[in-house]
């Protein structure tokens, strides 16, 4: 068992942390939307390289070195839009790389080493947390098919340059998904108009529309028919990518509390004299702490295809999520009526309130996790 990052790594997310600094502080002087300028820094930046093998353009190394680059990243970017985008990517790799054609990797690994954008449809206006019930249909005609529904709530669906869209396969049989890659600019393929969000108002989502869209055979990724399987693998990954970001993401707002605290006076003493107010500190780095370590721990367990990984995942996202979204609250209440206040710390807590729903709600990761128990102890639900 080795515990700790090899210097490449350590020197890796050092590089991140800055580049994260660098396009939070270009992002101020932008007015709202997606961030092209800061993704294409990171495409620059070589970090879709890392995980596609040389023989599709990239590098090849494997899954730590970007996760320590998304590490360094969340550490210092203060706002989770541009984390959230990498973290929707990351995904797409995972599913082509495990289950695309040679066709499909050359196309679409070689977009996103170009600065592509990607999207996964898995929620439906019918249907958000019960992916088995999802209503969008796949139909047989002549030598492919065609694709009938619609998504809602999608993370870049009105800017996608393609999209793998969870679908029924219309068989009559319930378990019957497939997933299918749809490329911007397909005839009936239509967005709508981006969500109007609390936060994270610079990730556009918003619903995707399918009208009899044409899907060749060789649009289909991996087995038609095995669609929920083979998306319970991807979604794993970004599931405990969430829960590192989520972990992440106020490593500087500590930094700026303990400031606060220091100068400010309440009771002839400056307040991080009182044990209340440290306790918050205490209580957010006791959280961010086990995170850190429960989301390594599940890395490890999906990168080395152990049975407790898809348990692990979800908790990761489950805890880290959970801890965010309080340590955000908790961070406001430090501040007082100034966290109250329109500026970076209520940001931070509209911000955080996303990771509520992004990934998966707490009672569907519940419902995971206690499946998961049941299939542990060999009695699958
Ligand atoms: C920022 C952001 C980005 C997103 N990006 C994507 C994306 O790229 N692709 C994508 O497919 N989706 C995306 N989503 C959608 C997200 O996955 C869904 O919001 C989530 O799965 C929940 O679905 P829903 O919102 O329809 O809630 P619903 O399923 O309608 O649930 C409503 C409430 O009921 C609870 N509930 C539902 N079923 C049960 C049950 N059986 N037992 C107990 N409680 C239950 C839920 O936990 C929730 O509290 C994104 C969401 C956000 C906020």
């Given at each position: 068992?080795?515990?700790?990052?090899?210097?490449?790594?350590?020197?890796?997310?050092?590089?991140?942390?800055?580049?994260?600094?660098?396009?939070?502080?270009?992002?101020?002087?932008?007015?709202?939307?997606?961030?092209?300028?800061?993704?294409?820094?990171?495409?620059?930046?070589?970090?879709?390289?890392?995980?596609?093998?040389?023989?599709?353009?990239?590098?090849?190394?494997?899954?730590?070195?970007?996760?320590?680059?998304?590490?360094?990243?969340?550490?210092?970017?203060?706002?989770?839009?541009?984390?959230?985008?990498?973290?929707?990517?990351?995904?797409?790799?995972?599913?082509?790389?495990?289950?695309?054609?040679?066709?499909?990797?050359?196309?679409?690994?070689?977009?996103?080493?170009?600065?592509?954008?990607?999207?996964?449809?898995?929620?439906?206006?019918?249907?958000?947390?019960?992916?088995?019930?999802?209503?969008?249909?796949?139909?047989?005609?002549?030598?492919?098919?065609?694709?009938?529904?619609?998504?809602?709530?999608?993370?870049?669906?009105?800017?996608?340059?393609?999209?793998?869209?969870?679908?029924?396969?219309?068989?009559?049989?319930?378990?019957?998904?497939?997933?299918?890659?749809?490329?911007?600019?397909?005839?009936?393929?239509?967005?709508?108009?981006?969500?109007?969000?609390?936060?994270?108002?610079?990730?556009?989502?918003?619903?995707?529309?399918?009208?009899?869209?044409?899907?060749?055979?060789?649009?289909?990724?991996g087995q038609l028919g095995k669609g929920l399987q083979q998306l319970v693998t991807?979604?794993?990954?970004?599931?405990?990518?969430?829960?590192?970001?989520?972990?992440?993401?106020?490593?500087?707002?500590?930094?700026?509390?303990?400031?606060?605290?220091?100068?400010?006076?309440?009771?002839?003493?400056?307040?991080?004299?009182?044990?209340?107010?440290?306790?918050?500190?205490?209580?957010?780095?006791?959280?961010?702490?086990?995170?850190?370590?429960?989301?390594y721990a599940a890395l490890h367990q999906l990168f080395t295809h152990d049975p407790?990984?898809?348990?692990?995942?979800?908790?990761?996202?489950?805890?880290?999520?959970?801890?965010?979204?309080?340590?955000?609250?908790?961070?406001?209440?430090?501040?007082?009526?100034?966290?109250?206040?329109?500026?970076?710390?209520?940001?931070?807590?509209?911000?955080?309130?996303g990771f509520a729903a992004v990934g998966g709600t707490e009672e569907m990761h519940?419902?995971?996790?206690?499946?998961?128990?049941?299939?542990?102890?060999?009695?699958?639900?």
């Amino acid at each position: 068992m080795n515990l700790s990052w090899s210097d490449d790594h350590l020197t890796l997310r050092e590089e991140y942390r800055q580049l994260g600094l660098q396009i939070a502080e270009a992002r101020i002087t932008v007015s709202e939307g997606f961030d092209y300028a800061g993704w294409q820094r990171l495409t620059d930046s070589g970090m879709w390289k890392r995980v596609i093998p040389p023989a599709y353009g990239g590098t090849g190394e494997d899954w730590w070195g970007f996760t320590a680059a998304l590490e360094g990243l969340a550490m210092t970017i203060r706002t989770p839009e541009l984390l959230l985008s990498i973290i929707a990517q990351a995904g797409m790799v995972r599913a082509l790389m495990l289950y695309g054609s040679e066709d499909q990797k050359d196309r679409y690994l070689t977009a996103i080493l170009n600065g592509a954008i990607s999207a996964t449809g898995i929620a439906e206006p019918g249907t958000g947390t019960d992916v088995r019930s999802i209503a969008t249909q796949l139909t047989a005609l002549g030598d492919g098919y065609r694709l009938v529904g619609s998504k809602y709530n999608i993370a870049h669906a009105p800017i996608a340059d393609f999209i793998m869209v969870v679908t029924r396969v219309a068989d009559g049989s319930k378990q019957n998904v497939a997933l299918v890659l749809i490329d911007k600019g397909t005839p009936g393929l239509a967005h709508g108009e981006p969500d109007s969000k609390l936060g994270n108002r610079n990730l556009p989502t918003g619903p995707l529309y399918f009208d009899d869209v044409p899907v060749p055979s060789t649009q289909v990724l991996g087995q038609l028919g095995k669609g929920l399987q083979q998306l319970v693998t991807i979604i794993s990954l970004g599931r405990a990518y969430y829960g590192l970001v989520a972990l992440n993401l106020p490593t500087p707002f500590v930094t700026d509390a303990l400031e606060y605290a220091a100068r400010r006076k309440s009771f002839d003493s400056t307040i991080d004299n009182h044990q209340y107010i440290q306790k918050r500190l205490v209580d957010l780095t006791i959280g961010m702490e086990r995170n850190r370590w429960m989301v390594y721990a599940a890395l490890h367990q999906l990168f080395t295809h152990d049975p407790q990984a898809l348990l692990s995942c979800s908790i990761a996202k489950l805890c880290s999520a959970q801890d965010f979204i309080d340590g955000a609250l908790s961070l406001l209440k430090l501040y007082g009526s100034l966290g109250y206040h329109e500026g970076l710390i209520s940001q931070l807590v509209k911000d955080a309130l996303g990771f509520a729903a992004v990934g998966g709600t707490e009672e569907m990761h519940q419902k995971n996790i206690f499946n998961q128990i049941l299939r542990l102890h060999g009695t699958p639900a």
